[in-house]
C-alpha cells in the first residue's frame, strides 16, 4: 500500500473531529422536582433508543466521509511489492538473443531487433542514481549493475543475436544474484524473449532468496513457420581420396503448411550438386548427396536451403578431413629385440612396404617417441607384445582414442597384467588375463565382422596358447573360438580399443601363416579406421577447446570464417575458444581440430512458443505482462504505483 500524495494524510487528523463534535454536544440529562407526576403523559422507551441510534449512525457516516476524503486526496494504491517512488531503482534486462530471436515478424525486423528497442525504453524510464544491468539469455557476457547507463546503452546498439540456444533458469539466477551487491530500495527484471518452448524450465523458478522484486514480462510474438537444416549425417570412417563418399543430411518443416525447398551441396564454396524435396508440414525428409574428393586434405561443406524466417538455420555445415589411404602406425616398445612383431602384419596389409595396394599404408615407430602430435594423423594405432606401457605414453594414447583413434593391442608371450596397468580406464588396464596353454581351433566372427564368416573357412585356424580377456558389459565381441572371446573392442570416447587374445606372430597361433589372414586384416583394420582429425562440428555458444601441436607454443591464432581473428591463451596443453555465437568454421593451423564447423542447436529452429499459461508459470510468484506492441513507459507508471482507490473512494 502507497500514497500517490502523502502529504494529504496529515487531514487523518481531521477525521476524530465529528466524534469530538458529537461528545461535545451531547444531551446530558437534567433532574427536575415536580410535585406530582399525575398530569405528564408516559411514553415509549423505544423512541430513545431509536434516535440514539441514528445519532451514531450518523457519527459514523461523518467519520467515514472525512477518511475516504482524505485517502482520495492522498491517492491510496494497492501494490502487492512496495515501490517507493522517491527512492532509487536497480533493474535488471534479460534480453533474449538466442537464435530463435531472429524469427521476422509482421513489421519487417526480426524479434530481436524489436526487443533491443524495447530494451532502450526500459533505460529511458529510469532516473539519475538508478543503476541497470544487461543479462543474455544465451549466456553471452553482458554487463553487472551499473548507474552508468551510456555503458549499457552501448553495449545493446553493438549487441546482435547469436546461434546459440540458452536457458531462462540461468539468466534469471544470474539477474537475482546481481541483488546481492546492489543497495537501492527498488528492484526491478524484465525478461524480453519470444519465451521459445524449448527453453521452458522443467519447473517455476524460486526467487524468493530475493526479496521484494518485482518481474516483467515482455513477450514477442512471431511467426512459427521455418525450414531448417537439421543435422548431417557423416561416417566416422577415413574418407579417401578418389573415393566415393556420401553425406546424408535431413531438412525438418516446423511450420503448418507443406513447403518445397531446393538443398544445394557446397564444398570450399563451391556449389556441386542441387535437388528439389517437397517437407510435409511438421516433418522432416532425409536426403544424401554423394561426392568424389579430387585430393587429400581439409575440405569444408554445407548444405543449403532458401528461407526467409531464420537465416541462420538455413544452412548446415561440416568438416572433413581426406586421407589418401588409412595410415596405421606400427608401434615397438622394446628398442633393443631383433624379433620383428608385425612381419607378417605388415605383409597383410602393405606388402608393397608402402605402395598401399590394399589402400592401407603402415609406417614403424617406437612407444618411446609417442605424441599425440605424431599419431594424430594416424586412423590405427597399433602394439605387438609390447612391454609394459608407461604413465605418459598411456595418456597420449588415451586421448587419441578419444578423440577419434583406435588403437589395437596383439598380445604376446612378454604380455601380462602390468602390460595395461597404467591405463586409467579399468576396461583396458585388465582386459588382459592370465595365459591359458591350451590347443583350440576353429574361429568365428562375429557383430560388425559376422560376414567374413562366409567369404572365409576358418576350421584350419588352430592355436597354442591365448590370453583370457575380462570384458566388460559394454564390451562387443568381434571374434570367438569355442565360445571362448578372442578379438573384442571397447568404446573409448569417440575411438575405440581393440584387444586380440593371442599375437600377429605364429609364436601362439597358425593363423598368420594362413591364405584368411590377409583378408580378415584388411576388414578388420578397415572396421577399426576411425578419423582421429574428423571434426563434427561444435553447437554455437559451446566451448572449443584446441589441442595445441606444438608443446612450445604459448597462444594459438584462431580465425573464424567471418574475417575476426583472435589470439588465444594456452593453458596446459589446450586453448578455449569462447567466441562461438556465430555459425561458420573456426580454423587453428597448429591446433587440433584444424578446422571446426559451428552449428546451431537444431532444437532452435522450432519457433514454437510457451502459451500464457505455461508462461506464467516460469517463475513462482506474481510476474507483470508489459505489452511490446505499446509504449513501456506508460504501462510501466501504471504497474509501479500499483491500483489506483482514489475513484474508490471519492464514490464512497
Known sequence: MTFGNPIFLWGLLAVPLPILLHLFFKRRKARIAFSTLQFFQQNRRYLAHRRRLRELLLLLIRTLALLFLVLALARMMLQRMPYAFAARSDVVVILDDT???????????SAYQLGVRKAREILNTLSDGDAAALVFVSGRRGIDLTRRRPIVQQLLDESHVTAAAGSFSAALKQAAAFFDAGANPNREIFVISDFQSNQAPSKALDLDSVQDVRIYFLPISGGEDNLSVERISLSSRPLMAGRPMKIPFTICNHGRNDREAQASLWINEE????????????????????????????????IRIEDRNLAMDNSRRFALNVSDNIHVLLLESDVLSRVRPYHFLKLALDPDNGGAVNGILTEPGFVQELSLRQIEKYHVVVLSNPLPIGTEAAAVLTRYMQNGGTVMVFAGIKTGTETLAAFADERISRIFGPRID????????????????????????SGRRFYTLKLSPSAEVLAESRGKPVLAAEKVGSGI??????????????????????????????????????????????LLRLRRQNKDDKELQVGHSNGRSFTLPVKGEEAVFVETWQPGFVTAERASPRITALNPPAEESDLTSLGQLRLASIVKGKVNMLKTGAALEPQLHNTRRGSDLTGLFLFL
Open 99 to 109: 537464435l530463435s530471436m531472429d524469427r521476422k515478424l509482421a513489421s519487417g525486423e
Open 271 to 302: 556449389k556441386l550438386n542441387s535437388i528439389n524435396l517437397k517437407i510435409p508440414s511438421d516433418d522432416a525428409v532425409d536426403g544424401c548427396f554423394e561426392m568424389v574428393p579430387a585430393k587429400a586434405g581439409f575440405i569444408s561443406g554445407e
Open 438 to 461: 591350451s590347443d583350440f581351433n576353429g574361429l568365428t566372427f562375429k557383430a560388425s565382422l559376422e560376414l567374413l564368416n562366409e567369404l572365409l573357412q576358418m576350421d584350419l585356424f
Open 497 to 542: 580399443f581393440i584387444a586380440c587374445a593371442f599375437s600377429s606372430r605364429r609364436d601362439m597361433s597358425n593363423w598368420p601363416e594362413l591364405k584368411s589372414y590377409p583378408i580378415a586384416m584388411i576388414n578388420l583394420f578397415t572396421f577399426a579406421a576411425h578419423d582421429p582429425q574428423r571434426n563434427i562440428g561444435v553447437e554455437c555458444g559451446r
